[in-house]
């Protein structure tokens, strides 16, 4: 649910946000984790719960990424390394008042491991990095990244009336939330998807409910429905709009629902390979950095939300070279030392989460 609402008063508006999720049988649900953004649709919505095997289970269904940096040109491996790493130690001065290092020294093209040095007292520390990624998400907006770039140079009397909406899309059938969208050679496909944005004529009221409970019952909120197996649903932009390029040139934010089932048990299996891999004589400490900034500078909100899951469901790290496994969320600040039996928080939270560039409506009286 989206609300409208004065601070500390109860909404008297709300608007539903309708996304696909399936559920195999004998799966249940037992909670709901969403990042809310400042427009009101949710960064990213997921639901947590028990497996068939009765096994922590978790379902992202969908997930808007955010712009922290306007880049140009991919950042350089090494620049946004350094980048994730000078982060991680401003972090540790807000919330610890201490030094994590005294200075960096960049590793030459080439005679990497480790990806960085520091100076801690006299000693010359090697660090290798990482991002807490997900490939088959990150695939997916790297294919739905179309979307935006075939929306931007639309004419203003093709989408003008879509100014100051949200619209949610999914692909393929209708009971497989997991579709992707389609690649960049689709040409005819992404053009009818485009035709059927300019022909939709978005209702402010579809999705509209009084006060902050959903209905028992939905009626007459049916998503558009394309040729080519796409659904998409529109919902008012509340409170701001996005300060991003494709709302400048369109009015319009787009968000992809795709959804990603997750046990804890093969996440932190798949996390114990990764740092395998990075266990080298080389390298002291691995630095695996959540919601970072990928080389283009977007954020993958579902990752942060991934890795709060598996810390929801600890599991021991060890390795033969590395001396410490720091897992750092970059919305918040938070790190977690993974090496040893189970998770250790190094320290609180320092920031209240991610606080996307967007510009605040004004207030009508």
């Known amino acids: 649910m989206s609300q409208e609402a004065e601070p500390g008063n109860p909404p008297e508006q709300s608007h539903m946000i309708l996304l696909p999720i399936r559920l195999h049988e004998n799966r249940t649900v037992e909670g709901v984790n969403f990042v809310p953004s400042p427009w009101g649709a949710p960064l990213a919505m997921a ?156 209702d402010p009221d579809q999705f509209t409910v009084q006060g902050s409970q959903p209905p028992m019952q939905v009626t007459g909120a049916d998503p558009v429905r394309t040729p080519d197996d796409v659904n998409f649903m529109s919902i008012p932009l509340l409170g701001g709009a996005p300060a991003s390029g494709l709302f400048a040139m369109t009015g319009v934010s787009v968000g992809l629902a795709f959804q990603s089932d997750h046990v804890a048990p093969l996440e932190w299996a798949n996390l114990r390979k990764i740092v395998k891999r990075k266990d080298k004589p080389t390298n002291d400490r691995l630095l695996i950095s959540a919601g970072a900034p990928d080389a283009m500078g977007r954020c993958f909100v579902a990752e942060e939300v991934l890795a709060h899951f598996m810390l929801d469901n600890p599991e021991g790290i060890s390795a033969n070279h590395l001396s410490s496994v720091v897992l750092h969320f970059w919305s918040t600040g938070q790190a977690f030392e993974l090496m040893g039996s189970e998770p250790v928080e190094l320290w609180p939270a320092v920031y209240q989460g991610f606080n996307p560039m967007a510009h605040p409506f004004v207030l009508s009286l």
């Open 47 to 202: 639901m947590r719960g028990k497996d068939e095997d009765r096994q922590p289970w978790l379902a992202i269904a969908n997930e808007t990424p955010v712009s922290w940096l306007r880049v140009g040109a991919p950042i350089p491996k090494a620049e946004l390394e350094i980048l994730h790493l000078q982060r991680l130690a401003t972090d540790h001065r807000c919330s610890t008042g201490g030094e994590l290092y005294e200075a960096i020294d960049p590793v030459a093209p080439g005679e990497d491991p480790p990806d960085i040095y520091t100076h801690v007292a006299g000693n010359k520390i090697g660090w290798e990095l990482t991002a807490f990624s997900n490939s088959s998400r990150r695939y997916a907006q790297a294919l739905f990244f179309e979307v935006s770039k075939r929306l931007a140079p639309q004419q203003r009397h093709r989408i003008g009336h879509l100014t100051g909406y949200h619209i949610s899309m999914w692909f393929g059938a209708a009971d497989d939330p997991a579709g992707l969208p389609f690649k960049a050679n689709k040409q005819s496909a992404y053009e009818r998807l485009i035709d059927a944005l300019v022909t939709h004529r978005p």
